[in-house]
């Protein structure tokens, strides 16, 4: 090294000399000495180099949109790890051990853990739904909690799915909060992201972390519920799953205040990607993974 080291030194100083040459000369300039730097100086007039602005992605986009409403009626943001342990994602959101409705989730497990207890094992989320169970660990009720991020299940690509893709989800724990609250809360949100005149209807869903549970569909803001090929004729679009907390549910944070018996509350996530999908008319959700800056800077 000290060799090349070496024969870099007299170019380096070189530079060096030459450069404070020009300055000096060009904090005393004679019209000569001008002349000369002319060609060495840089041309201050040139036009610079334009740097893009850059744009927000547009589920970044969509995702600030709704954090924006919830914002509005009082909630707050939390944040929980990509990388979660079984027992967030799956056991104190009241899905046992062996349930099947693990099985719907499609989980990506990280290798190698065979020899830990079942729920230290990690995984990368199905879903932003452990950020409600960290949410009531770290706070007592009342709470009006969101959360948004990437969530990971093992599906092949294609223009509907990708194994990697965003939710956001919602909290809320109080007294007597009940279905109606969650159905106002919900179309009231709907309308703010889609158009006043979109309405929403709820239908029996399952989810184990939800008692009762529901899918939310809402009448499509492009026909306005006729039929056409973005609600595929059907003048309805399915969005969300939603319902009142389970008891159960409670019962794993029972002793931060959270006692069933005294509290009630609503939650619900939904799919950052689809509601941009819907929002912008992306007919393929790769589109949004790829970085094209083609696709990507007519969101700017
Ligand atoms: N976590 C559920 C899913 O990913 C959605 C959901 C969230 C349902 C909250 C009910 C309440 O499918």
């Not at 690509?157 to 909060?177: M, R, Y």
Request: proline residues 7%.
């Amino acid at each position: 090294m000290g060799q090349s080291i070496n024969e870099l030194r007299p170019l380096v100083e070189t530079r060096v000399a030459e450069v404070e040459e020009r300055v000096a000369l060009l904090a005393q300039p004679t019209p000569d000495a001008l002349r000369s730097l002319d060609r060495l100086v840089t041309d201050v007039t040139l036009p610079g180099i334009r740097r893009p602005l850059g744009a927000e992605h547009p589920v970044v986009k969509t995702t600030n949109e709704i954090v924006s409403i919830f914002r509005g009626l009082g909630y707050s943001l939390e944040e929980g790890p990509e990388i979660e342990t079984d027992y967030y994602n799956f056991e104190s959101l009241n899905f046992p051990p062996n349930h099947p409705a693990r099985d719907t989730q499609d989980t990506l497990f990280v290798a190698g853990q065979d020899r830990k207890p079942q729920r230290e094992r990690l995984l990368l989320r199905t879903h932003t739904s452990p950020v409600q169970i960290r949410s009531m660990q770290k706070h007592k009720p009342p709470v009006r909690i969101l959360s948004a991020g990437k969530v990971h299940r093992h599906d092949t690509p294609d223009a509907s799915h990708s194994p990697l893709f965003h939710q956001v989800e919602g909290l809320a724990v109080d007294t007597n909060i009940t279905f109606s609250d969650l159905k106002g809360t919900l179309d009231h949100a709907m309308k703010a992201l889609f158009g006043s005149s979109v309405r929403t209807r709820f239908f029996p869903s399952f989810f184990p972390f939800t008692e009762p549970s529901a899918d939310v569909s809402i009448s499509c803001f492009k026909c306005g519920g006729k039929g056409c090929r973005l609600c595929k004729q059907s003048g309805w679009i399915e969005l969300l799953g939603c319902g009142m907390v389970d008891p159960n549910v409670f019962e794993f944070v029972r002793e931060n205040g959270y006692d069933p018996a005294k509290i009630s509350g609503f939650a619900f996530g939904m799919g950052a990607d689809r509601i941009a999908m819907l929002k912008y008319e992306i007919d393929d959700i790769q589109l949004l993974f790829h970085g094209d800056m083609r696709f990507l800077e007519q969101f700017a």
